[in-house]
């Protein structure tokens, strides 16, 4: 591979996050990650496995059910490589319980999570309506400069790339998240997916906007059955609960149950699909002026990054607690030995979360 200066989305955010996190993680500088991965990171990772199968080109005119026990089956590797990973890295022969017990319900939580999201694409026709062009592909695109004679370029992967049905190109973005946000506002000012357009803008390809694709990290599950039956009902109406249409009427076939007995509840699961929404997706355009507006940030960030800037922390309850590198953070401020932790407890990397660089 040529010599670059690779610059990368998610180190342009560690940067304006906290100079002193991205100068121990960013492959630009130190490069450290932690042995133990931290859990979101992980789970969304294998979750990223099982959503490539289920988009992927080669298998989109297969039959969902074969191709969702594909992806169950690519989710499953890729929780056991994570696994082992960890072991080879801390030398241990087996999880100690704790993990094992987390390690065991985001198994469960996975694969259930897959089975609500094609259940998701059965209702949308998504087979229909959309035609899948690309998934985690890897790009490049020159910034147009050099730092002593080194190119710098931006270098991005993308989940998903789809047409719709009148041949416009969508990038899509996987996330699973533990609470979906009341606002989509600040999807419109997305720095992530709008350099990642005008990247793509640049590179030739006709997209014209991005879908987000959330999914909650939970499942539906069969109403509760009551300790009591009350006004001639033995499962429970409450609205809090994670069920949806299709569950409760089941339960209700199942229980031997009128249906008329849950008519205001069942109307409305229908109309709301339940107390929670497991899946959204919101689509949003950009114009050329927000591209160009994407690209001179990206420009102006890199510029700040690589004119040897000054490090310090920039400590929030938010950002401390999804840190990579907490300890040594810590360690750093009361004067503990900091550079052991460093050693011990993480390792260095030549490449970016498994991406080229």
Known sequence: MRDVIPIHNSDQEAFLS?????????????????????????????MHQ????????????????????????EFVEAMKAVRDQYLMLSGREALDEEHQIEYDECMIL??????????????????SNWHPLGVEEEWEVPLGFS?????????????????????????????TTARMSESTAFLERDPQMGKYLWGLKKLGYPVIGAIYNEQYKGYPDLPAVLKVTRLGRSLSTSKSQDTTYALMMRAIQEHNEDPAMY?????????????????????????????KMQHQTLQDITVEMLNNPTIYPSPTKFKCDFC??????????????????????????????????
């Open 18 to 46: 906290c100079r002193r996190r991205w100068d121990l993680t960013s492959i630009l500088r130190q490069a450290y990650r932690p042995v133990d991965m931290p859990r979101p990171l992980k789970f969304g990772i294998c």
């Open 50 to 73: 099982g959503y490539e199968v289920l988009h992927d080109p080669r298998w989109w005119l297969l039959d969902l059910e074969f191709v969702l026990v594909m992806a169950k089956s």
């Open 110 to 127: 996975g694969k259930n999570m897959l089975d609500v999201y094609a259940d998701y694409m059965i209702q949308n026709e998504d087979r």
């Open 147 to 175: 730092v002593e004679g080194v190119e710098v370029v931006f270098r991005f992967r993308t989940d998903l790339r789809m047409a719709d049905r009148d041949g416009f190109q969508w990038l899509w973005d996987h996330k």
């Open 263 to 291: 008519e205001e509840y069942l109307e409305w699961l229908k109309a709301t699909d339940g107390a929670k929404q497991f899946v959204r997706r919101t689509m949003i355009r950009r114009n050329e002026h927000q591209l």
């Open 324 to 357: 990579m590198v907490p300890d040594v953070c810590q360690q750093m401020e009361d004067g503990s030995d900091w550079e052991w932790t460093l050693k011990n407890r993480y390792h260095q990397v030549k490449d970016h979360y498994g991406h080229a660089v």
